[in-house]
């Protein structure tokens, strides 16, 4: 998490996916004329790209923001949370009631099981939870040249978890390269955009950036997943 917060500071310039990923979620909510909430909910809201964009897209009366650090977010909101999600049930935000509950590029930090069951709970009949995290294939670079098992879970896993007390209006994968001219440019941009998972169990040496090179020729896959689901109502 400490890279994350780091990284704060030049997020916004060094995330290309993460802000196309936030632009999806906003058309699967258009496409599904879903745009007018009462109460709305984001967590992991970071610097507010994605808060952004969400709330160009929707009306609302209410809106709750949540990250682990205090960033400076520029939208319109009702109180901002500073607390980690996987304490969620310790913070007063769990007794409150939502219409939608949004979040982009932040699940695969949580305790995903226990999370979903308490954001059903804080979710009105009918809620909408709206999100994207990251698949199996995601840094699949890093993972072959680092030897590292960076944990991700596939669509249908989500899914099957996602079964138990949500309905999936839609759910969708897909996959994105990003080519870097130079391999230190490459691992530069993993560092500020703070989703460095390599940072304090790794030592990039120069034969390891040679060997990246060779083998994949300075390109980094991101595999971004989304999921548009309401709350099933028994």
Known sequence: MQTFIRAKDTYSANTPVQKDMAKELCKMLVENDLSDFEAVFEFGCGVGDFSKILQECIKFKHYFLNDIYPFENPCKFDEFGVFDMNELKNHHFYTKKFDLIASNACMQWL??????ENLASMLNQNGVLLFSTFGEKNFTQIKQSAKLSLEYLTLEQIAQKLSKKFKIIKAKEELKELKFDHTLELF???KLSGVNALSDKFFISKAFL?????????TLTYHPMFFLLEKHNH
């Open 210 to 218: 040679k060997n990246y090179e060779k083998e994949f020729q300075n």
């Open 111 to 116: 305790k995903i099981d226990e999370l979903l």
């Open 188 to 190: 530069r941009h993993l």
